[in-house]
């Protein structure tokens, strides 16, 4: 994997800019698909070498787990929750860019949307925060689940996979993530759906989220580094010419179909609202996914709720959640995205609530409220809680 050196067109640009902006990142991608993975990574690398990184996250429950835990990484974050950033809470974006960047004066933000954000939306929402402030559009990485892909794509039809088609559509840079889930012969068919949506960016094999972190020392300088993918062939197809030299900032590499004006895009970025929404109608791509958010009133059976979990229905794709149960006694961290079931042990520094969040398309929640319910009620009080 190689990074080319500035083009001279990039490095007048780069004279061009705003001295002091913000690089943001948008992470995107589906519910589940390895974002926060990305997230904990790449703030790790940006703190190794010194500098100040800085999150805005975005949840479709009424409490930031993944945050609560991101708090103790000593990073300064903003939350928006309860809504999808591309539409409730669109407007306050920019706000919170500002107010992230006047209180802690980061050298970077990374906004994580929630799985069923349109990244077009939030794209335009970077834009309006760059009226407020100096932020400057550095990438859209989408992350996909190869597995949940492969099987989505069966359906393409599916407002699902229109949504995750949305996501790589928008994408500067592709991790193809949790490919440890799907056998190597696959990668190439995975990786022609992919570039059937999205010709140009970058993208990357990874499992869990790991990538080369010096890319994004080239994307805060404002151009996007060849990679080469799994299968050997040069990531940019539409200038697959070997070791051909090719560079595009954030905003030329967007497809078309991502409803953007790509004339002067990355000027776009740093000064106007250059964005074409004609004919796109962003929430439609996404109002059928709801979030349920559970707080628990004690501990509970442990061996009943992975039973309970695993008899949720398909359209439940996501729960995540903080839970302390009647046998264990530190506290532990749950995470359930397409049928996968993980458990790790935490030790917060601060009071966390036991909490749980179910994500997924038109599921019913009185029965998934009476099924949680009921489990509460089968721990009896004689029963010594965990300390
Ligand atoms: N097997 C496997 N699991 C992974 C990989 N990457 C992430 N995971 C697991 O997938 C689950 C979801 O990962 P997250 O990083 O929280 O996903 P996310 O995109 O932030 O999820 P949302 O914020 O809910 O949309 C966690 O249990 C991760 O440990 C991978 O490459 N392989």
Redesign the pocket.
Known sequence: MSTHPHTQADSHKATQEAPHAVPVHILS?F???????LLTRALDYYKLSGRRPAVLMNELGEVNL?GMLLLEADVPMTEMLGGCICCTVRGDLGMELKQLIDEHQPDVIFVES??AANPLEMLDGVTDASLLTHVRLASVIT?VDAAQFAEKSVSPRSKTFRLMSDQIRCATLLLL?????VPPSEWPKLEAAIRELNAHAPMLP????EMDFTLFDAMDAGTTPQVRTATGSCSCHSHSHGEHAHEHGAGEQHDPACGHSHQGHSEDFHHQDGHSHEGHAPHESHEHVMAYTHYFQGPIDSEQFEALIGRLPDDVF?A?GILRFTDTVSPFLF?Y?YR?M?FIKITPKTLVPSVAVF?GEHFDKSVLTAELAALEAAVSPQEPSSP
Not at 31 to 37: E, Y
Not at 177 to 181: E, F, G, R, S, V
Not at 206 to 209: E, L
């Open positions: 991608g519910l589940g698909s390895g974002k926060t993975t993944d929630t799985g992350v993530n949790k490919t440890d889930l990874t499992i869990r989220s996501r995540k995470q995205a996968q993980d994500i």
